[in-house]
């Protein structure tokens, strides 16, 4: 990752923009209109948390972007009842 905040490239021939994620931003744009642009970043901000999720996924970099929910305690709600052994 090098240390680089959340961010994606866009690519369209010689074309190429990238923006961060958190909070979204443009970073730098070669080529695309403003108006191309603008739906780039309606796009990027429509899908963020999808975004976000892939990125730190991929890097293996998630940190809990809904408020630090406890999965460990979800999973053990999740995981079956076990019965006792004893009897």
Same mark, same amino acid.
């Given at each position: ?5 959340? =961010? ?10 990238k923006?961060? $994620?958190?909070?979204? &931003?443009?970073? %730098? !744009? ?7 642009? !603008?739906?780039?970043? /309606? $796009? ?11 990125? =730190? ?9 809904? %408020? =630090?929910?406890? =999965?460990?305690?979800?999973? %053990?709600?999740? &995981?079956? %009842?076990?019965?006792?052994?004893? /009897?």
């Amino acid at each position: 990752m090098g240390g680089e905040p959340a =961010h994606i490239h866009v690519k369209r021939d010689w074309q190429i923009v990238k923006f961060w $994620l958190d909070p979204v &931003s443009l970073e %730098k !744009n070669r080529g695309f209109k403003d108006h191309e642009l !603008n739906q780039i970043m /309606g $796009l990027v901000e429509e899908h963020q948390q999808t975004l976000l999720e892939a990125w =730190h996924d991929y890097f293996n970099t998630w940190v809990d972007y809904t %408020k =630090h929910i406890d =999965h460990n305690a979800i999973m %053990k709600e999740r &995981s079956p %009842k076990t019965a006792d052994a004893g /009897g």
